[in-house]
């Protein structure tokens, strides 16, 4: 059974820019979620989606933005690149139950905002 | 705010000692507290969890440790091996979603 896939797994961007990243979940999860590592931050929440509905957002600035397709993809967009959106941009995907289900971690996406 | 507070940062362990890694944590609605283990270029992955109505949970050579009056928890590796040398992650969430609270991250070394 395939993991949770990311892509691009790297790529480097200028400030100003825009960048789009994408995920696609473990086969039958819908639930998906998208977190910021960094070495000062750790890793924090971004937001969740579960059929294609937000249903829940961390504390970032309305640059970074997500959707959730009827075939549990996800994607993440940020706007107006700052230096410090420099990150590990992480997907995890679930199964939609509420007790303790496991949440499984893509690879990865790095950006570098040069 | 840093509602999970993890301790220590790093960590160096000789071969077939004991790691522990502490957890504190300030939100009561927490009702689910997780351990991640992450490898260079890989993404965090499930090693072991806990609900605050258990007081231990042992699974192989990874234990968790609650104590819910304290709103504190830990990890304890037992007989540490090189390979599991990575960095570690405690957690926590409410309410049965995806949004989980990280602690900071302990990098463990385990040294021959």
């Known amino acids: 059974k395939a993991g949770v896939t990311q892509t691009p797994r790297y790529l480097i961007k200028t400030r100003g820019q825009q960048v789009t990243l994408s995920c696609s979940p473990i086969s039958g999860h819908r639930s998906v979620s998208w977190y910021q590592q960094t070495p000062g931050q750790g890793l924090q929440f971004l937001f969740e989606?579960?059929?294609?509905?937000?249903?829940n957002k961390g504390n970032f600035p309305g640059r970074f933005s997500g959707r959730q397709f009827s075939n549990s993809r996800s994607e993440m967009n940020v706007s107006t690149l700052e230096l410090g959106d420099s990150a590990l941009y992480l997907c995890?995907?679930?199964?939609?139950?509420?007790?303790?289900?496991?949440?499984?971690f893509g690879e990865g996406s790095w950006l570098t905002v040069v | 705010q840093q509602q999970v507070k993890q301790s220590p940062q790093s960590l160096i362990v000789q071969k077939g000692g004991i790691s522990i890694i502490n957890c504190a944590y300030e939100?009561?609605?927490?009702?689910?507290f997780p351990w991640y283990q992450q490898f260079p270029g890989k993404g965090p992955a499930l090693l072991i969890a806990?609900?605050?109505?258990?007081s231990e949970k042992k699974e192989g050579r990874f234990t968790i440790s609650f104590n819910k009056s304290a709103k504190q928890f830990s990890l304890h590796i037992m007989d540490s091996q090189p390979g599991d040398s990575a960095t570690y992650f405690c957690a926590a969430r409410s309410g049965g979603y995806q949004k989980v609270t990280f602690g900071i991250g302990t990098k463990l070394q385990v040294i021959p």
């Open positions: 806990i609900r605050p109505d258990v």
């Open positions: 995890a995907s679930s199964l939609p139950r509420s007790d303790g289900n496991t949440i499984y």
């Open positions: 989606y579960f059929s294609e509905t937000q249903r």
């Open positions: 939100n009561t609605a927490f009702d689910y």
